[in-house]
């Protein structure tokens, strides 16, 4: 039992990852400071005491042999999946096949090399207060015409209750000033809402959007949103790695494990 009064739950993490990125190909494996981009977010995300065990999950052999080169356990999945979320649900089957159980699976994008550790924490406690829930997925405010018009950063529409209505690539919603948000790379699913993700069909809208958490919406089950006080720089681009390089160089959790 925890403080609160709630049953522990068994926490894992997933990190996928694969090489054939359209706009950066092979950039899990990029150097940033001496380090793979996917080591960093592997090591960072270890560094969160209440994550049980982590794994990355990937397809390719060249991730598979460097991960393995770091210390990390990797899941070998299939290489057609057409959304990151159905490679997260094969790792879990897996995972429960060999014996290994879970009740909350992180998904922890590999292009997220400044990841601050207690993030993982926002991920976590709404399950603790809320048995009904089956998704959890970070936002962060978007500022400024270009982040909210990139095509890049999907925008998330929620209720007053902080359940998702919406995601969009579009600068959506209209006329409301400083309310556009972002869907991060961090979600969260319990172990019944990972594995019944690859039972349903693609969705119109998840095809229209290019979007995997509107499987969801489009389902009726109700993701539930968290807003980051972290601000995030992901790696989508060459660009971003030489702005993410410049910034890890002195970030604090850097210097914890740069001699690892």
Same mark, same amino acid.
């Given at each position: 039992?925890?403080?609160?009064?709630?049953?522990?739950k068994k926490i894992?993490?997933?990190i996928?990852?694969?090489m054939?990125s359209?706009?950066f190909? /092979?950039?899990p494996?990029?150097?940033i400071?001496?380090k793979?981009m996917?080591?960093?977010?592997?090591?960072?995300?270890?560094?969160n005491?209440?994550v049980?065990?982590?794994?990355?999950a990937t397809?390719?052999?060249?991730i598979?042999q460097?991960?393995?080169?770091?210390g990390?356990e990797?899941? +070998?999945?299939?290489?057609?999946?057409?959304? /990151?979320?159905d490679?997260?649900?094969?790792?879990?089957?897996?995972?429960i096949?060999?014996?290994?159980?879970?009740?909350i699976?992180?998904n922890?994008?590999?292009?997220?090399p400044?990841l601050?550790p207690?993030?993982?924490?926002?991920?976590?406690?709404?399950y603790?207060?809320?048995?009904?829930?089956?998704?959890v997925?970070?936002?962060?405010?978007l500022?400024g015409?270009?982040?909210i018009?990139?095509?890049n950063n999907?925008?998330?529409?929620?209720?007053?209750?902080?359940f998702?209505?919406?995601?969009?690539?579009?600068?959506?919603?209209?006329?409301?000033?400083?309310?556009?948000y972002?869907?991060l790379g961090?979600?969260?699913?319990?172990?019944e809402?990972?594995l019944?993700?690859?039972?349903?069909? +693609?969705?119109?809208?998840?095809?229209?959007?290019s979007?995997d958490?509107?499987?969801?919406?489009?389902?009726?089950?109700?993701?539930?949103?968290?807003l980051?006080?972290?601000?995030t720089?992901?790696?989508?681009?060459p660009v971003?790695?030489?702005?993410?390089?410049q910034i890890?160089e002195?970030?604090?959790?850097?210097?914890?494990? +740069?001699?690892?």
């Open positions: 039992m925890n403080s609160k009064g709630d049953v522990i894992i993490a997933l996928p990852a694969r054939a359209s706009r190909p /092979g950039k494996l990029v150097k400071c001496g793979t996917i080591e960093h977010v592997w090591r960072r995300v270890t560094m005491p209440r049980n065990s982590v794994y990355i397809c390719d052999e060249a598979r460097a991960a393995e080169g770091f990390a990797v899941i +070998m999945t299939a290489s057609t999946h057409q959304r /990151g979320t490679r997260i649900a094969e790792a879990c089957e897996i995972l096949l060999e014996g290994r159980d879970f009740d699976v992180l922890i994008q590999g292009d997220e400044l601050n207690d993030t993982l924490d926002l991920l976590i406690d709404p603790f207060g809320d048995e009904s829930l089956a998704c997925n970070l936002i962060e405010n500022e015409e270009e982040e018009n990139s095509y999907v925008k998330a529409i929620f209720d007053q209750y902080g998702t209505l919406y995601f969009s690539r579009a600068p959506i919603p209209y006329g409301l000033k400083n309310r556009h972002k869907q961090l979600c969260s699913f319990t172990k809402t990972i019944h993700y690859p039972k349903m069909d +693609m969705t119109p809208l998840e095809n229209a959007e979007v958490m509107l499987r969801f919406v489009e389902n009726n089950i109700r993701v539930k949103v968290m980051s006080p972290y601000k720089t992901g790696v989508d681009t971003d790695h030489e702005v993410v390089s890890i002195n970030d604090p959790l850097f210097q914890i494990y +740069m001699d690892k």
